[in-house]
C-alpha cells in the first residue's frame, strides 16, 4: 500500500510560481513506481500534467505545461516535486499526484492517489 500527501498548493498571480511536493509513506517509491500530477476541475475530468519515470530520468508532460513546469524523483527522501513556472489563470485546479508502475496519460490507470492540493491563479 502507497499513501501519497501532497503540498505546496496555494494562490498565486498570473506569470508567477509555485513548487509542488507528494511525500509518499507506506512503502518506499523504489524505481518500481513512476509518479505523475494530474489536475481537475469542477464538472471536468482529471486531466494528465506531468510524470516522471520510476528512476527519474525520463519525463512527459502535457503540451499545456511543457516549457514552463518542470517533474522530478528523490528516490532516496521518497518525494517528487512538480516545479510550476510562468503560471496561467488557465492552471488554476486542484493538483493531484498519482502513482503506478507504467505510464499513461489517462487518470483511470493509476492505482495511488493522494488527497489534492489547491492551486489559484489570479489574472
Known amino acids: 500500500q502507497v499513501q501519497l500527501v501532497e503540498s505546496g498548493g496555494g494562490l498565486v498571480q498570473a506569470g508567477g510560481s509555485l513548487r509542488l511536493s507528494c511525500a509518499a509513506s507506506?512503502?518506499?517509491?523504489?524505481?518500481?513506481?513512476?509518479l505523475a500530477w494530474f489536475r481537475q476541475t469542477p464538472g471536468k475530468e482529471r486531466e494528465f500534467v506531468a510524470a516522471?519515470?520510476?528512476?527519474?530520468?525520463?519525463?512527459w508532460y502535457a503540451d499545456s505545461v511543457k516549457g514552463r513546469f518542470d517533474i522530478s524523483k528523490d528516490n532516496a527522501k521518497n518525494t517528487a516535486t512538480l516545479q510550476m513556472n510562468n503560471l496561467k489563470p488557465d492552471d488554476t485546479a486542484i493538483h493531484y499526484c498519482?502513482?503506478?508502475?507504467?505510464?499513461?496519460?489517462?487518470?483511470?490507470?493509476?492505482?495511488?492517489w493522494g488527497q489534492g492540493t489547491q492551486v489559484t491563479v489570479s489574472g
Open positions: 498519482a502513482s503506478d508502475t507504467l505510464f499513461s496519460r489517462s487518470a483511470n490507470q493509476y492505482e495511488y
Open positions: 507506506g512503502r518506499t517509491f523504489g524505481i518500481t513506481y513512476l
Open positions: 516522471v519515470s520510476g528512476k527519474g530520468g525520463t519525463q
